[in-house]
């Protein structure tokens, strides 16, 4: 089978991502960006999905390239049937992270179109694990925890849509239907698929040269430990996967990050090979940090999307924190906010930067999306308690708010006595030393009780001043060390 070709979005050529099998992109008659330029951007929708999204840089690569150019572009015009599209999500760990965000995102934009969405959660294929961009393969996964993280990558998902559902779509709908979003794990298919009729149907479809071609693969052929079979195998998974959802939901369109080429092109062969049936796949960026490292779990750096494992505080900062060379793209690619607002968005920032318009409004954005609006407040209430020492934040305050900003911080529980101090508060707490040195680091301007400086160590404590409303004083000594204090029977 000749290569097919890659139609490329107008932001820059993307990384060879599929070795030999890779050519030069043809030239299209109409091509994308011209397209989204014609349209006007005060149209949601206008010049259709595809070029609206690949206007954004949410869409990077659409493959194949002649078949879009002929088909996909007028399927995803407004006002045409809609078509059903799937990405998947193998549990390798119990949460979703900010990786993961981008191929949720085209899925939303999809659905915001009209259009039948299907997130599959990998149930089956994680025990194999996925070879792409790897240096070796993963540890391989009991089959008890592959479930345990699929339930919760489920659940992830349905919150996900729910929040868009609820706290994006209302608004924004203007009489227009939400499309479907269904979701499925693959082991319901692959777990009941005999060997044998796998290897006889799928197997003898996919060609071993195509899949021997692949960069990912030929540098792990070259590595001191290899590669073993089951992840030589876990291209034709996937491509199966793509298969078994356009013979039962009638799925045209595969996303995936741009990583996931290679495995995209495989299941374009099965489908095409197997039902004669034009199908295509899309690639949404990969998201890296300042070093160009790639987040997520195996690299370390993952900022995840459960509440559990990172806070909406820390998710909120993450994004608050970008910098003004990023924050117009991660605007057009994490929100749904029209171009014309991001434009006067980054105009309002060019003529005051100090206030960080656009990362604020980029992180409430994506933590409204990620928690709901609970979660969101719920950052905007630790951003206050702990850069701005609101007391009034402090107090409304949960435990749980607490914990997820002060990790590390040991807390204690103790009994208001009657003329009790701020020097007995710091030695019950075990927050200094006992002696000179203790009583010196308060007379020093070392210590402070809910975000006010005390130097004085025989304060007398005050309730609504050092005990707060719900009960809790927040001690810190020095810069950094922070602990919880929980009064009783106040």
């Not at 107008?10 to 960006?33: E, I, K, V």
């Not at 940090?289 to 806070?311: M, P, Q």
Request: a positive charge; one cysteine or more; hydrophobic letters at 40%.
């Amino acid at each position: 089978m000749a290569a097919p070709t890659v139609l490329r979005q107008r932001w820059g050529r993307a990384a060879g991502l599929w070795g030999g099998l890779r050519q030069a992109p043809q030239q299209l008659s109409f091509s994308l960006r011209r397209r989204a330029h014609e349209q006007p951007r005060r149209a949601p929708g206008a010049g259709g999905l595809l070029a609206a999204q690949c206007e954004r840089g949410l869409f990077q690569e659409v493959f194949p390239a002649q078949s879009a150019e002929e088909q996909l572009l007028e399927l995803l015009e407004p006002g045409r049937p809609p078509l059903t599209a799937y990405c998947g999500f193998d549990p390798t760990a119990d949460s979703l992270h900010v990786g993961h965000l981008l191929a949720v995102m085209g899925l939303l934009h999809f659905q915001r179109a009209g259009h039948t969405v299907i997130a599959v959660v990998g149930g089956a294929t994680a025990r194999l694990g996925d070879p792409s961009g790897r240096e070796r393969a993963r540890e391989p996964l009991p089959a008890e925890r592959v479930r345990a993280h699929a339930r919760s990558l489920r659940a992830g998902l349905e919150r996900l849509f729910q929040n868009h559902r609820e706290l994006f779509w209302a608004a924004a709908a203007g009489g227009r239907s939400l499309g479907r979003a269904v979701l499925l794990d693959n082991s319901c298919w692959l777990d009941r698929e005999p060997l044998l009729d796998f290897l006889g149907g799928a197997g003898g479809r996919l060609r071993m040269g195509t899949l021997l071609s692949r960069q990912s693969c030929q540098a792990r052929l070259r590595s001191p430990d290899g590669m073993s079979l089951a992840e030589f195998l876990y291209p034709a998974l996937q491509a199966y996967d793509f298969l078994h959802l356009h013979l039962h939901h009638g799925c045209r369109v595969q996303l995936g990050g741009a990583d996931q080429m290679g495995n995209i092109m495989s299941g374009y062969e099965l489908v095409t090979k197997m039902t004669g049936t034009d199908v295509f796949g899309i690639t949404v960026p990969l998201i890296t940090n300042t070093t160009g490292d790639k987040l997520g779990k195996t690299a370390g750096n993952a900022v995840w999307l459960n509440r559990d494992k990172t806070s909406p505080f820390e998710l909120y900062q993450f994004f608050v924190r970008q910098q003004d060379n990023i924050v117009e793209k991660y605007l057009k690619l994490f929100t749904f906010i029209p171009l014309e607002e991001i434009d006067h968005i980054m105009e309002m920032h060019a003529k005051e930067p100090e206030k960080w318009g656009p990362q604020k409004r980029l992180a409430a954005e994506v933590t409204k999306l990620v928690h709901g609006r609970e979660g969101l407040e719920s950052a905007k209430r630790c951003t206050k308690a702990l850069y701005h020492s609101s007391v009034e934040a402090l107090e409304a305050m949960s435990d749980q708010e607490l914990q997820e900003l002060f990790k590390q911080a040991p807390s204690a529980e103790l009994m208001l006595e009657p003329g009790m101090n701020v020097l007995d508060l710091c030695r019950k707490a075990n927050a200094i030393a006992d002696g000179p040195s203790g009583y010196q680091k308060i007379t020093h301007g070392g210590v402070s009780i809910n975000g006010i400086r005390v130097t004085d160590p025989e304060t007398v404590l005050i309730l609504g001043q050092h005990i707060l409303k719900n009960g809790v004083s927040l001690l810190r000594i020095g810069k950094k060390n922070y602990y919880i204090i929980r009064w009783l029977k106040l």
